[in-house]
């Protein structure tokens, strides 16, 4: 596993150089990363679901512990710490203590200041959740190719309208 | 997600299971001659999508057809298991868990399979099978994730055109052991 990790971070690094030299502007690569994260998201879920057996999460606060604890631990080997970050019980913040992704980035160049270099990920949470009846927005809060402190991923949850009757928010 | 050949030899299916209730055996006792296992057939598997498309269809020992089109007959049977689904949540006296499951006639048993991200598996066997829930979930799991899911040339939601999905399931359905080569 570990041998083929290597291969994909390459490759996601390739990824990336090639829709930095396609696209000009940072919020274009950062659009298309998202985009292409998502597309891989939605199939991505029922691999998840196949190989980890787990039932239907009861609120949004398990449903972001099984993101962190069990998705990001199975396709990425690491698990991010999870926290609500507001008192409505649909905000959550996934800390980045390793990311693989980025373990061939020293830093961003000068010219790419704004680029969110992982934002496949964010599109990938977005997909899959939204194939679990989940909307939500996923966004890098904090970046520590960016210079910030810690990498942050902030997940917020919005309301859908279907299967309502199945989710309880916790409070 | 292996070794479920050992898991289906092990379990033989509802006909294997002789003597297993009732008065505890004695040294004594004769020894059990198991009745050989009634005829076991599954008759036919639909998968939908969380949309409502039916993405496969296989037959094996379908012995009655609707009288009314594929279409047709595709969007009867998923409008009724989802009116079904949302019928048993509601009116459920307990706290549900797995939900809408199966049901019965006196000829034959429907079994429901649907994932959280609500692809459905509908297979229709005779009523010596209890619960098919295993096969369904190989079905999802080792069969339709691996090659529809995760091949590319799959469009999502629309009919699985794979030859190698029909046919590994066609393979897998026929190794059951509660599925009968020959039509009763």
Known sequence: AMESRELFVLTYGALVAQLCKDYEKDEDVNTFLDRMGYGIGVRLIDDFLARSAVKKCRSYSETADMIAQVAFKMYLGVTPSVSCSNTAGNEFSLILDKNPLVDFVEELPAERASLCYCNLLCGVIRGALEMVHLAAEVTFLRDRLKGDAVTEIGITFLRKAEDRNELVTTT | ?184
Not at chain 2, 23 to 48: A, E, K, W
Not at chain 2, 92 to 104: A, E
């Open chain 2, 1 to 184: 997600m292996g070794g479920y050949g050992g898991q289906w030899g092990a379990m033989g299916g509802n006909g294997g299971q002789c003597g297993a209730m009732g008065t505890p055996r004695g040294v004594s006792d004769p020894p059990i001659l198991c009745p050989p296992p009634p005829q076991m057939t599954i008759h036919n598997l639909y998968i939908f999508d969380r949309a409502g498309t039916c993405l496969h269809y296989s037959e094996w020992h379908r012995r009655r057809q609707a009288g009314i089109p594929k279409e047709e007959e595709f969007k009867l049977m998923f409008g009724m298991l989802f009116s079904l689904r949302s019928f048993v949540g509601k009116m459920s006296p307990t706290d549900m868990r797995d939900g809408f499951v199966s049901f019965h006639t006196s000829k034959y048993r429907l079994h429901y399979y649907e994932t959280p991200s609500g692809l459905r598996l509908v297979l229709n066997t005779d009523l010596s099978v209890s619960s098919a829930r295993e096969a369904l979930q190989h079905i999802y799991s080792n069969l339709f994730v691996e090659l529809v899911v995760k091949n590319p040339l799959c469009p999502p939601r629309a009919p699985v055109q794979s030859e190698l999905f029909r046919a590994r399931l066609d393979a897998f359905v026929r190794g059951l052991p509660f599925f009968s080569p020959r039509p009763a």
